[in-house]
């Protein structure tokens, strides 16, 4: 199928690290992306892995592949109320990187306590 | 430079009418793509359009028609609206040089159909 499954709901302090759980469907996507979407607002994009990478670190994010169980993470290191936000994992499918649809998860709803 | 820009922003319709949403892509990128997106759930893929042709499209019926102009800019029309079209329509944009598939969202445009 194309189901890409998400946790739908993490609450952290302010300054603690966040860890967003992703798992996806289709171990040839060339890419994989996580988006952030905040109320009322498109979509952003944070950051994206080659799927030949394990780990990929931009500032606070840090993302994290295991291809052999389709899993993907996105830690986000010193979490701030701004990070307050939806987060959306996504993998391409159904061709290569710049024709291929992308594959949303439902997303997941981060929370952060001052 | 100017984003993914959308219009309109917000519209109000009735059951069986046609609706039509815009996109201007972000300067320099020739591809349009078109997603669904209802409350709390992940964006889903609608079709995508490079060179004025559709290239890809997802699990929507033909009420969901689309077109891209010389100048890449598109248009999504629904025709025969359900109450279930009720959503926030994204348009992203990429450019098909770029092999990471990188997309940039519009703000959307929310559609209530009554």
């Known amino acids: 199928g194309e189901d890409v499954e998400q946790s739908l709901f993490l609450s952290v302090r302010e300054g603690d690290s966040s860890v967003i759980n992703c798992t996806y469907t289709?171990?040839?996507?060339?890419?994989l992306y996580w988006y952030k979407q905040e109320p009322g607002a498109g979509l952003q994009l944070l950051t994206y892995?080659?799927?030949?990478?394990d780990m990929k670190q931009d500032q606070r994010l840090t993302v994290l592949l295991n291809k052999k169980d389709k899993h993907l993470s996105l830690r986000i290191a010193d979490t701030q109320t701004g990070d307050s936000a939806i987060y959306f994992c996504?993998?391409?499918?159904?061709?290569?990187?710049?024709?291929?649809?992308?594959?949303f998860g439902q997303g997941t709803t981060l929370q952060v306590k001052p | 430079d100017a984003g993914v820009t959308q219009s309109p922003t917000h519209l109000i319709k009735t059951r069986g009418q046609q609706v039509t949403l815009r996109c201007s892509p972000k300067?320099?990128?020739?591809?349009v793509s078109w997603y669904q997106q209802a409350l709390g759930q992940g964006p889903q893929f609608i079709f995508q359009?490079?060179?004025?042709?559709?290239?890809q499209r997802g699990n929507f019926p033909d009420r969901f028609s689309g077109h891209q102009f010389p100048n890449y800019s598109s248009e999504l029309n629904v025709n025969a609206l359900l109450l279930g079209d009720s959503a926030l329509y994204l348009c992203?944009?990429?450019?098909?040089?770029?092999?990471?598939?990188?997309?940039?969202f519009g703000e959307g445009s929310r559609l209530t159909v009554l």
């Open positions: 992203a944009s990429s450019y098909t040089g770029v092999t990471t598939g990188e997309l940039f």
């Open positions: 289709d171990s040839s996507s060339t890419y």
């Open positions: 892995i080659f799927s030949n990478m």
């Open positions: 996504a993998e391409i499918l159904g061709g290569s990187s710049n024709t291929g649809k992308l594959i």
């Open positions: 300067s320099g990128h020739d591809t």
């Open positions: 359009y490079y060179e004025e042709e559709e290239r």
